[in-house]
Each structure stands twice: as C-alpha cells, then as structure tokens.
C-alpha cells in the first residue's frame, strides 16, 4: 500500500505543479498511514533524490530517452506498470495538460476511480471522499470514490509547496517502454520568457488595448515582474497574440498567484479560466466592467496612462 505521484519534469526540472502534487500526496500519505513514492520519466531528470524534501520515500525512476518527449498513450502504459508493481492504492498527478491526458487513460486501465480537478486533502474519516470545482469554479462537488485504487488530478495552486528535510531513494523502475504510435517531427516552443501554465504572476490584456501595436506595455509591465503574458479570447481570435495565450473557458485555465487583467471586461467565460488565481487586479475605465466583482483591487482608468506609470513604479520599489 502507498500513494503514488507522477512528477512530470520540464528541462531537467520538476514542475511547480508536480511540487505541489508531491507535497499533497505525500500529506495524502501520512492520512492514510503509508508511505508516499514518486515516478519519474525520462532521462533528463535532475537531481530525483532531492524529491525526499517533498515528503517522498522512494522515486522509481523510468529512465529512457523515448520518454524525454511526452506521449500520453506511452507515459500511462509506464505510470501503471509502475503503480501496479509499487502496490499503489491512491495516485496523484497534477491538472495540468500532461496530467489532463493521463489521468482518464490510467483510470480506464486500472479500473479506478477518478477526481480530476482537486481542490482540497480527501476526506477519509469514512470513505474517501475528494472535493473539486464544477461549473467553471462556480461550486464544489464532493467525490466519494469506493474502488480499491483511487486516481486525484490536483488542481494547480490548490494546495501549497511545502519543502522540509529528507532525501529519497532512487530505484531505477524496470518497465517496458513501447515505442510511440505518434511520432513527433518537429517542436516549436511558445515565445514569452515564462510559461503561461506555470507561471506565479500573469498579465494579461483584452480588447480594451485597442490593437497589437499596443502589447509593448503590457509586455513591459509582465518583464518587470517576471511573469507571463495572456490575452482574452476576442483578441487571440483577432490574431492581435497567439493562441497559446488565451485563458478561459475554451482556453489555459490558469491559478497563478497573481493576475492583472488590463481592459478585460470579464465576461464570465474569461473568468472561468482566471477565477482560481489567489489575487487580482483589474485595470479598467468602466467602472461597472464586470471584472471588478471579482477583483481584488480594482483601478478604475485608462490603461494607456496607468500601465507604463505602475511598471516605472515597479522598476523603483525593485531597484
Ligand atoms: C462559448 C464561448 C466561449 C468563450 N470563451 C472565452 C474564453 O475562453 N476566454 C475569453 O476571454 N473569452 C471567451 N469568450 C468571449 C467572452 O464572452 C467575451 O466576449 C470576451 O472575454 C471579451 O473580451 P474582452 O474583455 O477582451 O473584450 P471586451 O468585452 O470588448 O472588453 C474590453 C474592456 O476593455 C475596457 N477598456 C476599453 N478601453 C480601455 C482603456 N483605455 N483602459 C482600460 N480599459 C479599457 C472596456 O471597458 C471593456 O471592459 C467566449 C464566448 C463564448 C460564447
């Protein structure tokens, strides 16, 4: 009996999200009184027995070049031979895209039950029982999963990173790995200096900017605070920014720690995807936009004068 956690690697690194997925399951772990191990893919993996700091004993590592590229049929067949031969019970993986594509595959293939989307611990005083959103973060559902292995997708920023003492053992896991049926010719990374799913602090900007010429501000403003940059729907579909920046219920649903969101109205299909971030701030001159109910702090105003003014005041306070 353990709990497993998929922690998905990025350029050598573990992502924030399968920090945080790490942290929860190894909290999940000591709820149930068992132990909490790690799976990691690929060959460039860093430093895996530094992982013990997020409450994990052992890290199976699947160490194989055909995994540095993500491929969901091949990393679920691996994730549940690995859970299949740690025993595990319970697994956790992070919501985020790879997770998205996993999560269902591995509950189809070891008959277990499924809560994507996760917000808080289970509840195992009777049952296992798992809150997450629906409805757009609009309300909650509490899961009761009953099957003997239980599948949890945390959402991102749902439950902190908490680092401590400790290292892990590294144990080489030793898997088939199939060759993927899908073979990947060619990759392009996004542009931007920070990833927009990963990122603690986004800007982002709508149609109120009037035109592409005028994203040198909202760009300048996202540098200063080291963040990443997304846009409203309308204005991706204008082609004003790529696609890959647009946030909302047909695009990134994001939970950064901070969103400003610069003449964006938001419509309830953009909050959809912004509406888990822990704080916003809205720049606009209607002040009856209907963002400011669900900002933080609010600036009424035109971002033209507003926008260039905090990013200097930004520069000062960071030096
Ligand atoms: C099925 C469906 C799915 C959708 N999915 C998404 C989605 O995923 N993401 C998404 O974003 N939208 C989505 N939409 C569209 C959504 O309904 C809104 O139309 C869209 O979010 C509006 O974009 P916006 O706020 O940039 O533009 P607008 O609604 O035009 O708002 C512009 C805002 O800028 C303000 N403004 C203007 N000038 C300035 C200035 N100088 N300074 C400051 N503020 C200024 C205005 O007061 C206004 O509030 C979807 C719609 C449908 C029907």
Same mark, same amino acid.
Not at 217 to 226: G, P, T, Y
Not at 236 to 257: L, M
Not at 296 to 314: H, L, Q, R, S, W
């Given at each position: 009996?353990?709990?497993?956690?998929?922690?998905?690697?990025?350029?050598?690194?573990?992502?924030?999200?399968?920090?945080?997925?790490?942290?929860?399951?190894?909290?999940?772990?000591?709820? +149930?009184?068992?132990?909490?191990?790690?799976?990691?893919?690929?060959?460039?993996?860093?430093?895996?027995?530094? +992982?013990?700091?997020?409450?994990?004993?052992?890290?199976?590592?699947?160490?194989?070049?055909?995994?540095?590229?993500?491929?969901?049929?091949?990393?679920?067949?691996?994730?549940?031979?690995?859970? +299949?031969?740690?025993?595990?019970?319970?697994?956790? /993986?992070?919501?985020?895209?790879?997770?998205?594509?996993?999560?269902?595959?591995?509950?189809?293939?070891?008959?277990?039950?499924?809560?994507?989307?996760?917000?808080?611990?289970?509840?195992?005083?009777?049952?296992?029982?798992?809150?997450?959103?629906?409805?757009?973060?609009? *309300?909650?559902?509490?899961?009761?999963?009953?099957?003997?292995?239980?599948?949890?997708?945390?959402?991102?920023?749902?439950?902190?990173?908490?680092?401590?003492?400790?290292? *892990?053992?590294?144990?080489?896991?030793?898997?088939?790995?199939?060759?993927?049926?899908?073979?990947?010719?060619?990759?392009?990374?996004?542009?931007?200096?920070?990833?927009?799913?990963?990122?603690?602090?986004?800007?982002? *900007?709508?149609?109120?900017?009037?035109?592409?010429?005028?994203?040198?501000?909202?760009?300048? /403003?996202?540098?200063?605070?080291?963040?990443?940059?997304?846009?409203?729907?309308?204005? *991706?579909?204008?082609?004003?920014?790529?696609?890959?920046?647009?946030?909302?219920?047909?695009?990134?649903?994001?939970?950064?720690?901070?969103?400003?969101?610069?003449?964006?109205?938001?419509?309830?299909?953009?909050?959809?995807?912004?509406?888990?971030?822990?704080?916003?701030?809205?720049?606009?001159?209607?002040?009856?936009?209907?963002?400011?109910?669900?900002?933080?702090?609010?600036?009424?105003?035109?971002?033209?004068?507003?926008?260039?003014?905090?990013?200097?005041?930004?520069?000062?306070?960071?030096?």
């Amino acid at each position: 009996m353990s709990v497993l956690i998929f922690a998905d690697i990025a350029e050598g690194q573990v992502k924030k999200s399968s920090l945080e997925a790490l942290s929860y399951g190894s909290k999940v772990a000591a709820q +149930l009184g068992t132990t909490a191990e790690a799976v990691v893919l690929g060959d460039n993996a860093g430093d895996l027995a530094s +992982l013990g700091k997020y409450g994990v004993k052992k890290v199976h590592h699947v160490s194989s070049s055909t995994l540095d590229n993500f491929d969901a049929q091949v990393y679920t067949k691996v994730i549940a031979e690995v859970a +299949l031969s740690a025993g595990a019970d319970v697994i956790v /993986l992070s919501n985020n895209l790879n997770g998205k594509a996993i999560a269902p595959r591995l509950s189809a293939r070891l008959k277990a039950g499924l809560v994507s989307g996760a917000v808080a611990l289970p509840d195992t005083a009777s049952g296992f029982v798992v809150r997450k959103n629906v409805f757009s973060g609009k *309300a909650y559902a509490n899961i009761s999963v009953s099957t003997p292995v239980k599948i949890i997708s945390l959402n991102s920023n749902a439950y902190p990173v908490t680092e401590g003492e400790g290292t *892990a053992e590294v144990v080489p896991a030793n898997v088939t790995v199939d060759a993927p049926k899908v073979k990947v010719t060619g990759s392009t990374k996004a542009s931007g200096e920070v990833s927009l799913t990963e990122a603690e602090i986004v800007v982002s *900007a709508g149609r109120g900017l009037k035109g592409p010429e005028n994203w040198g501000m909202v760009e300048d /403003l996202a540098h200063v605070l080291h963040a990443a940059t997304a846009c409203s729907r309308p204005v *991706a579909d204008a082609d004003w920014r790529p696609h890959h920046e647009h946030v909302g219920q047909t695009g990134f649903a994001i939970a950064p720690n901070l969103y400003v969101a610069i003449g964006i109205s938001g419509a309830i299909q953009h909050l959809a995807g912004v509406n888990r971030s822990k704080v916003i701030v809205v720049i606009n001159k209607d002040p009856e936009a209907p963002f400011f109910k669900a900002a933080d702090y609010g600036i009424v105003g035109d971002a033209f004068e507003i926008v260039p003014k905090m990013t200097e005041a930004i520069k000062k306070i960071k030096g």
